[in-house]
């Protein structure tokens, strides 16, 4: 394996390990709001997102990307704060679709699984989603050529 693979594949890896991590963080506080205070689960999801998101992104500075040189941390937090909206966006949407789309108007699935389910699920299916945007997007306009 070449050395640009290693690497590549070492900073998916710690990717990964961030990720994992600031998804704890996003379905504990998405489900508790949701389940346990009684919040809508889009605005929980809101929450659970620019939090993790925020957590996210001081960790994939410090421990998975190569900062780009020539970008001063005020513009480098808006190009996040621009690609994390996205990511927001695609959350939402696939939450949506999750419960209110897919959950809402199949009976069966209502009785195979428990409502209080429905916003951790979800949450994990849009996390799947974003993730490799976020891989990808991160690594375009925030990582060092």
Known sequence: MGMNMKNLL??????????LFCFFIDIGITTGF??????HYLFSKFLGFVISSVVNYLLSIKFVFTKKK?????????????????GLAINEIVMFLCIDVIYKNNATLQRLVADSLMVPIGTFVATGVVMVYNFISRKLFLERK
């Open 10 to 19: 070492n900073q998916i890896i710690k990717f990964g390990i961030v990720g």
């Open 34 to 39: 949701a389940n346990l205070l009684g919040v």
């Open 70 to 86: 020539e970008m001063d941390q005020k513009k480098e937090f808006i190009v996040f704060l621009i690609l994390s909206a996205f």
